[in-house]
């Protein structure tokens, strides 16, 4: 028996200084939806988010609170998990770097880095970014409205001098270079691995990796003046909840190393160029991709506390519903680029693509077979042609959908479904079962056991996006639970005609405008 595939995907650990939003939503439901498709695809799947709670962002926003770190850190994590539960995420782990496991975690690989020569004190003199966590060389920083020194994300930097354990990152830029072109799927999508190779070949200077002016952090074993800088610290937690330092151990040697690392733009540089050395530095294996997404603006405006336009990921779930909003964030944006959040928009998706083109095949597909076959799902006749196309088109939905999604292409992949949600809308249309229930019910019953199949693959195959709706779905074509994972979609698995359908219900409401019931009636879909 060949062995069981196994995937491991993760989130960026999120900083613990602030509530969570739909940016650090997204993220996650990108992840979410790979880690469900692996799973019904026959993987053994790890699938890790967690907070990064060190460093002096997160100790300064415990002051700002009149909070200990702990607690600080203890209450706002608290919020992260409570999201992925409100979400239905199916993370199978939680990392906080305040755990014991990640402690001993990092100080073994700052051990290993040590061992090899990689690391070496010296002193720090230069600019620091607190809200990005970051260093910048004099020559980076750009000037401010009032003429003040900014960092050139638009970040306050102040000057910081200080002893440092410095990290060799000047001696990988050649072994990086290389990595690069040997692994030309490390840095997704195409535009950002050209800036993360520029970025290399300009040079590269050694990094400092310690901090000694403050002291929320990991202690540099066998100097704790020092504590690791939070990047060090933050990074490493994707091999911690494998199991390091234990290399040996079942989880590291199942997962490591993961098979993508999801991040937004803003943070690629961390993972796929300091990362990546680190590894390479201390004899590990480097991640095999890191997937850059775009940045969600809110109404066309950046989204910031100081605007005061922070979307709740939990208000919208309860205004639109969580698969409209799962639906709407991978489907309106090609994953990479850069999103806007609209109430227009959204509410063109619910209404478009879900109420109207999906709900409305299911609903009248359903209800023929409830009215016209006393809901028992009708033996298919002889094909014709236009059975056939429709059918296979079906078929060959799976490998696009996993094709696609091998590429973290969620837009694509939802845009080739919807091909087919369309291609059968037609086809009920052009078939016409209502007609033929008088003058050829044998034939009526070929085309809805055609349907009933053809929903029965978009079904199955929606249940990593829209969960809720399409186990709704899988229910009303009374799909046994044991039939839902995608071996269910290999060739010459078809729907068992003869099943008992359970009365079918919309699965899509209409979204109405507050106000503006009477004028669209929920549940009520394209006549
Ligand atoms: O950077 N649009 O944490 P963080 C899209 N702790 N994605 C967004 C977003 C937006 N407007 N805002 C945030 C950190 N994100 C570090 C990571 S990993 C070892 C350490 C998402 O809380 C996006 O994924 O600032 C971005 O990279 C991440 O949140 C930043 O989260």
Redesign the pocket.
Known sequence: MAPEPTYYITT????VNDAP?I??M??TLACDVLARFKRLDGYRVRFLTGT?EHGQKVQKAAIAAGLTPLDFTDRVSGNFRDLAAHMHFTNDDFIRTTEARHRRSCQALWQRLIERGHIYLGSYAGWYAVRDEAFYGEGELIAGPGGEKLAPTGAPVEWVEEPSYFFRLSAWQAPLLRFYAENPDFIAPDSRRNEVISFVAGGLQDLSVSRTTFDWGIPVPGDDRHVMYVWLD??T?YITAVGFPDVECADYRTFWPADLHM??K??LRFHAVYWPAFLMAADLAPPRRVFA?G??TNEGQK?SKSLGNVIDPNEIVARYGLDAVRYFMLREVPFGADGDFSHRAIVGRINGDLANDLGNLAQRSLSMIQQYCGGVLPDPGPLTDDDRVLLEAAGRLTDRVRGHLERQMFHLALTAIWETVASANVYVDRQGPWALRKSDPPRMQTVLSVLAETIRRIALLLQPFIPDAASRLLDQLAVPAAERGFAALAPGHRIASGAVLPKPSGVFPRFVEDGAAGTEKAGKGRG
Request: hydrophobic share 40%; net charge negative; charged share 10%.
């Open positions: 960026p650990i999120y900083y939003h940016g650090h997204y993220t990064d933050a990074l937690n991040v937004g803003d943070i997404h940045w969600w989204i």
